[in-house]
């Protein structure tokens, strides 16, 4: 396999085969981001993309999962991505899942009948980045969609048979507005009803446009017991009716949570109240990383 840069996944792609179909983030602007910043997006010769799929296939007995990187390789075309995934189903019949970062952008420019190719074809999950449920924060940050946009892609996806991974950040308003982030995200949630949800919390590098807000003191970062009072309102205002899985166990996290919503929402607010009151739950600064 041959990649250019530092590579990203998923959390839960830890065992999958990770292939290089894009290079970088088409959008590439979000002020907390740093993950794509060295990279100018390109998409990859995708002769080349297949000509690794032959060395993998030669390197491993068995390959379960595959993984399509970078940012947001669902920005390709359906022919394009039709060609990876028929070398894929030719080369790999045991594979179970093929999934792929996507912005909401992307997810809408598809038609239902494209997303409906991409299921048929091997696509099980689409990860995106939502980040917030608030037009406010949204806006700040830079993300390039609105919240009726994150909403209808995620139903979009929904709606095709392939499954929407959703990833919230914890601090994302700041100080100033947790209490809309928070709300904002929880209502986000019980309207698009995504099949997973992954929440993490904000840690910030020095390379990024937020960094510099907050040594300004312009954006102002949550302490852990703000956080743990943030994901509680946010629970709070979460009412979905068919069933989510919902992960906030990430490294990044003062609390680790693990449960599926509508079923274990009072188990998790149950661990958040104690941990508002044992401050000994939250994990040390020292043990959070992303």
């Known amino acids: 396999m041959r990649y250019e840069g530092m590579i990203y996944r998923p959390p839960s792609e830890a065992y999958s085969l990770i292939l290089q179909v ?3 983030c088409a959008h590439n602007k979000c002020t907390f981001c740093n993950m794509f910043r060295e990279k ?6 995708l002769d080349e993309v297949l000509e690794d799929l032959d060395m993998a296939r030669k390197q491993y007995s068995r390959v379960g999962r595959i993984f399509l990187a970078d940012g947001d390789a669902l920005v390709l075309s359906n022919n394009k991505l039709m060609r990876v995934l028929d070398h894929i189903n030719k080369l790999f019949p045991e594979c179970e899942r093929v999934s792929i970062y996507g912005s909401p952008k992307d997810v809408l420019h598809k038609t239902p009948e494209e997303l409906k190719e991409l299921y048929d074809n091997g ?5 995106i980045g939502a980040e917030s449920g608030s037009d406010k924060v949204l806006k700040d940050i830079c993300k390039g969609a609105t919240r009726a946009e994150l909403i209808e892609a995620v139903r979009k996806i929904e709606d095709s048979g ?3 991974s959703v990833t919230f950040i914890s601090g994302m308003g700041g100080r100033d507005g947790w209490e809309d982030h928070a709300i904002q995200t929880g209502t986000m949630i019980s309207e698009m009803e995504p099949s997973y949800v992954g929440l993490l919390t904000l840690m910030v590098e020095k390379d990024v446009p937020l960094y510099q807000d907050i040594q300004s003191g312009k954006f102002q970062l949550l302490s852990a017991e703000e956080i743990v009072a943030e994901t509680l309102l946010m629970l709070k205002h979460t009412d979905v009716k068919r069933n989510c899985v919902f992960r906030s166990n990430h490294a990044s996290n003062y609390v680790s949570l693990r449960g599926d ?14 941990a508002m009151k044992d401050h000994n739950m939250l994990k040390d600064e020292r043990f959070r990383m992303l």
């Open 123 to 127: 696509i099980g999950i689409i990860y």
């Open 22 to 24: 894009t290079i970088g």
């Open 40 to 45: 100018n997006f390109r998409v990859r010769n």
């Open 162 to 164: 392939i499954k929407a």
């Open 261 to 274: 919503l509508p079923k274990d929402k009072e188990k998790m607010m149950d661990l958040l109240r104690r």
